[in-house]
């Protein structure tokens, strides 16, 4: 059966910025598949996140921010997994990150004059460009109860997820997908077993 989740729907499986991160790698119809592809790639990721990024051109040649993306995702990956399984995660390479996080706080207004503030970021680096997904995995780390930090249950799946449910029973990363074929694979061995 097909997986019917769009595929920007993916995006968003983890329930937390720094697992959706994480998740930008994917099994893709049997593939292992990086979505992040290029610095577009990179930015209209964040963009779809939501993430304050700065504005205007990168004073950073092609390609310097999909490798600095791909660099951070393998630090947070290694971090959530060393964490998941009680071991205590290197931190010096994600510090690396966070210490060109600069940033200041700018007060903005809507149609409806709510105010609100919201992080405006530098980017004269890729750390400073990336440092709200690197803060993000900071505090996944330091604050994240890895109780309900999860690895999709799915045959060879590689997705996260951070299990917001109220029972916390979530096995994996969507119920179209993964949580789909393992029902059809388990009505499948009952039904040869009548």
């Not at 769009?6 to 499986?13: A, I, R």
């Not at 996944?140 to 999860?150: E, I, Q, S, T």
């Not at 996260?160 to 994996?172: A, E, L, N, P, V």
Request: aromatic share 8%; glycine share 6%.
């Amino acid at each position: 059966m097909k997986d019917t989740t769009n595929e920007h729907d993916l995006d968003f499986v983890g329930d937390n910025l720094a697992i959706n991160f994480i998740n930008t790698r994917r099994v893709v119809e049997g593939q292992l598949t990086d979505t992040l592809q290029s610095d577009s790639d990179v930015k209209a990721w964040l963009k779809r996140l939501e993430v304050p990024i700065a504005k205007g051109t990168l004073p950073f040649n092609d390609g310097v921010l999909l490798k600095g993306a791909r660099e951070l995702r393998e630090i947070a990956l290694a971090a959530v997994q060393d964490r998941k399984s009680g071991k205590k995660p290197s931190l010096a390479a994600l510090n690396r990150f966070l210490a060109d996080a600069q940033s200041h706080a700018v007060l903005t207004t809507d149609d409806a004059r709510n105010i609100r503030v919201t992080r405006v970021y530098g980017k004269e680096t890729v750390e400073a460009f990336l440092a709200p997904v690197a803060e993000a995995v900071a505090n996944l780390l330091a604050d994240g109860d890895f109780n309900f930090v999860r690895h999709c249950e799915g045959n060879a799946c590689v997705m996260w997820f951070y299990d917001r449910t109220k029972g916390h029973r979530r096995r994996w990363c969507t119920s179209t997908g993964c949580g789909n074929r393992a029902k059809v694979a388990a009505f499948r061995a009952r039904a040869s077993q009548i």
